[in-house]
């Protein structure tokens, strides 16, 4: 399997606030690298998939970057509405993984 | 509209078989891979294993070590997750997914269930 870390577990920010979710591969991935957002008692709704593209629907505050090993999901202005854990994912293996996820609290 | 809708909660003893569903609808079902994803409780998010309803090709998480069974029948347009002797740990809320791909190779869950919850307990 292709370990994903996620930094921080959780962090707390106000609103307006700009927020950066990071992911680090054991191994290279390229930009087989997808972010999921999950609030409480929902099903995860995909926001950026292959690192950096937005997924149709999706706020434009939401963008992704990175390559290789390390990523990041960045919110320009986090707003109540995004409070949730967020999650990274790889498709660049057979098996795909997830992170072990961030919770994003105001 | 891309629909995945699954079946149930379930609550079973341990030692007893179950499989629970996904019904796929507003797409073509034997063109796009779903996947089974775990989140036991509190906890965060499993890849288990995806199927291609077109012809049964399937993958499992090697953590798994054959403890379920994926499977997908196109004339129903459903994909299940079966097991035939169940645990105590497999207490937790599954969800399908449609897996889709970019023309670049780039793959993802693009579209969710609603969750299926077991409780498995004596």
């Known amino acids: 399997d292709i370990q994903l870390t996620q930094s921080p577990s959780s962090l707390s920010s106000s609103v307006g606030d700009r927020v950066t979710i990071t992911c680090r591969a054991r191994?290279?991935?390229?930009?087989?690298l997808n972010w999921y957002q999950q609030k409480p008692g929902k099903a995860p709704k995909l926001l950026i998939y292959?690192?950096?593209n937005v997924q149709s629907g999706v706020p434009s505050r939401f963008s992704g970057s990175g390559s290789g090993t390390d990523f990041a999901l960045t919110i320009s202005s986090l707003q109540p509405e995004d409070v949730a854990t967020y999650y990274c994912?790889?498709?660049?293996?057979?098996?795909?993984?997830f992170g072990q996820g961030t919770k994003v609290e105001i | 509209e891309v629909q995945l809708v699954q079946s149930g909660p379930e609550v079973k003893k341990p030692g007893e078989s179950l499989k629970i569903s996904c019904k796929g609808s507003g797409y073509k079902f034997t063109s796009y891979w779903i996947g089974w994803v775990r989140q036991m409780p509190g906890k965060g998010l499993e890849w288990m294993g995806i199927v291609y309803p077109g012809d049964s090709d399937t993958r499992y998480s090697p953590s798994l070590r054959g403890e379920v069974t994926i499977s997908a029948d196109k004339s129903l347009s459903t994909a299940y997750l079966h097991w035939s002797s169940l645990e105590a740990s497999d207490s937790a809320l599954y969800f399908c997914a449609r897996g889709d791909w970019t023309d670049a190779g780039w793959g993802f869950f693009d579209n969710w269930g609603q969750g299926t919850l077991v409780t498995v307990s004596s």
């Open positions: 292959a690192a950096s």
């Open positions: 191994q290279s991935i390229s930009g087989y």
């Open positions: 994912q790889q498709s660049y293996s057979v098996f795909w993984t």
